[in-house]
């Protein structure tokens, strides 16, 4: 007797949401639209939560948020045409800073394809340069292993975005569901576990250095090596700077952390950067906010790179011992080999800058100054995952709000994306909702994006927006300040009848307005109470408020203004 296997047809639509409940996927943030209208009829009867962002920029911001908070893949889908192009500054955010999202995006038919038909784009083509990979898809049946291998490409070795460009007949055509058991991708095998030899190598200098730092940066927090940094830190042991994107590997009352390094870091950490004989660079790009000129960048010491991506390696500044694998992985081996040393003279000379150079700013009863906003927060609500926007809040957030753990801190690091904070902080807020999810934003990056209010209200997501608001384009009016003359050419953010408060409670939100210090702790309990829905402070803070200190461009890291 012949039994044959019974086949099971389902449409690719069908396929898609099969596809993304094996990988777990429960929350997608978009917009519908003609090209996904078979896609979207079939999320109408699945159990995966749809959040209906009001622009598609901001259905990438919201996945890339979620995905920070979550260590998951977050999920966005747009249309065809300009569905699909309004997520491009979100994916080049999230291939900027490492996030793991994959972006869904609707395509005229196949036919179609070429002719510039009605909201046609190449978005793969576009994409190219700002995703891990993308894809077309060409037939339905390829639908389940497209979506198990962008799942994978995304999540695994330097984390990224991928995209699926879905026609709009390949959603509608049949298939036979097989998806696949496993990926199978010949080319794409991350290393993962560094050489011993290396390891061993990095060891010795360890050993023999007198002067060690420890730098790590966005690729210690996603692969979630930073117990083994602070372990690392404490048996040397050794100091440690983080990048913008590596703020909470080590919490920030911790004795051996000197915090932020680079642009606007703190005046400790870029003198031991500066005056130190080994260099141990953890996940880490070394970027030009971070280096200044490179030239000048650590020039008396070793330096060590662990990175996960071998094309970091040597890109910008000269390795001695290169490390290709995955940070956790090399650093709890590295321990193995590590003794620790008294190396009295360098620990007393750290202390000394860290008391001598302490963080400070003008302190005032009359005029509500950004950074005790930012401090009194950091007192109030501890654990708060923090969004920002980009420029001045940002900066103010890294140096003044006392970071306790990883991915406790959000932000657009490589683009500098202004308007990313209050829908990363919707995302974030959605991944992790029991957690206080506070977006620090000025006033020009929170009107990119201000239409999410409505979806705030909408979904009933209790996130916090604390407007810095000094009525200027904050860090660009620093710059025309300090290195134009104070010519402050079309910077100027007045908007006489602008109250963001009533703005805020115009979309159905809550909203308050600050001009006093004293008001300051009183409003942000207030606003930490209202967790059904978002609440909108708007602070009014001195207007030509510097962030400092800083290192003027094409500078050296010690060579610091203020």
Known sequence: MIILKEIELITGTEAIIRSLEKEGVKTIFGIP???VLPLYDELYDSDIQQILTKHEQAAAHAADGYARATGKVGVCIATSGPGATNLVTG?????MDSSSIVALTGQVPRNMIGNDAFQE???TGITIPITKHNYLVKTAEEIPRIIKEAFY????????PVLIDLPKDVTTEMLEYNPPKKVELPGYKPTIRGHPKQIHRASELIATAERPVIFAGGGVISSGAHNEVVTLAELIPAPVVMTLMGLGTIPANHPLTLGMIGMHGTKYA??????CDLLISIGVRFDDRATGKLESFAPNAKIIHIDIDPAEIGKNVRVDVPIVGDAKVVLKDLIKLVKSKARKEWEDKIQRWKREYKLTYEKSTSTLKPQYIIEKTSEIAPDAVITTEVGQNQMWVAQYFKFKYPRQLITSGGLGTMGFGFPAAIGAKVGVPDKTVIDFAGDGSFLMNIQELATAVDFEIG???FILNNQF???VRQWQELFFNKRYSNVCLRCKGMEFARIAEAFGGTGFEVTKPSEVEETIKEALKID???VVVDFKIAREENVFPMVPAGAAINEMLG
């Open 153 to 160: 490409i995304a999540s695994t070795g330097r984390k990224g």
């Open 33 to 35: 639209g003609g090209a």
């Open 91 to 95: 994916i080049a955010n999230a291939y």
């Open 463 to 465: 996130v916090k927006v």
């Open 270 to 275: 870029n003198y031991a950067v500066t005056e």
């Open 121 to 123: 784009a190449d978005i």
């Open 532 to 534: 059904d829905g978002p």
């Open 473 to 475: 384009l904050g860090m």
